[in-house]
Structure formats: C-alpha cells, structure tokens
C-alpha cells in the first residue's frame, strides 16, 4: 500500500503562485511516478502533471505547460506542483496519484482545494 497527502491548497488572486506537497509513505518503492490531476466544479478530474520517480521525466497538460511545474525529493518521499500564472480556470481539487508498474494510478491522495479568486 501507499499512502499519499496532498498539502498548499488554498486562497489566491489571479496571476499569484501556489506551491502543492504531495507526501508519499509506505511501499514507496513501488511507486513508477506520481502525478497530478485536478477537478474543476461540475467537470471531469482532468490529468495536470507527472513525473517519473526514478529519472525525473515530467510530462505537461497544456492546459498547465509553462505555468506549472512538477518535481521530486526523492529523499524526502514528496513531490510538488509549483503553480504559477493561476487563472480563474484553475480553481479546482487538486489530487495526487501513484502510478505503479502496472501502469495504473492505484493510490490517490483525498485531494487539497485551490481556489483562484480576486
């Protein structure tokens, strides 16, 4: 089992910055990359982010590519999701997500709420 918490959710303006935690605990071991999605009010959870947990490989939505920026501390177990630019379109819940090696997202965070607002 992994475990996954998300953490840095919260309040901002347009144009402001938000950096999300994404602690993983347990059978880290097992963990291929983690990844990042979000889920608007009355939309489908949509795929933002991932990162490989072994090479640092990221690959972008391009509804987040050139604001957003996903990385690791493999030491410390976390991944991170630096948001900047945010728009009023990116209010929604943030979750992590372990994939493993069988190539699903088999562990999920419970999700962290960001708010985009003037």
Same mark, same amino acid.
């Given at each position: 089992q992994v #475990? $996954? &918490?998300?953490s840095g959710g919260g309040l901002v303006q347009?144009?402001?910055s938000l950096r999300l935690s994404c602690a993983a605990s347990g059978r880290t071991f097992s963990i291929y990359a983690l990844a990042w999605f979000r889920q608007a009010p009355g939309k489908e959870r949509e795929f933002a982010a991932t990162i490989n947990w072994s090479t640092g490989y990221t690959f972008y939505a391009d509804s987040v590519k050139g604001r957003f920026t996903i990385s690791r501390d493999n030491d410390?177990?976390?991944? %991170? $999701? #630096?948001m900047n630019s945010l728009n009023l379109e990116d209010? @929604?819940? %943030? %979750?992590? @997500?372990? $994939?493993g090696i069988k190539g699903t997202y088999d562990y999920w965070g419970q999700g962290t709420q960001v708010t &985009? /607002? /003037?």
């Amino acid at each position: 089992q992994v #475990q $996954l &918490v998300e953490s840095g959710g919260g309040l901002v303006q347009p144009g402001g910055s938000l950096r999300l935690s994404c602690a993983a605990s347990g059978r880290t071991f097992s963990i291929y990359a983690l990844a990042w999605f979000r889920q608007a009010p009355g939309k489908e959870r949509e795929f933002a982010a991932t990162i490989n947990w072994s090479t640092g490989y990221t690959f972008y939505a391009d509804s987040v590519k050139g604001r957003f920026t996903i990385s690791r501390d493999n030491d410390k177990n976390t991944a %991170y $999701l #630096q948001m900047n630019s945010l728009n009023l379109e990116d209010t @929604a819940v %943030y %979750y992590c @997500a372990a $994939l493993g090696i069988k190539g699903t997202y088999d562990y999920w965070g419970q999700g962290t709420q960001v708010t &985009v /607002s /003037s």
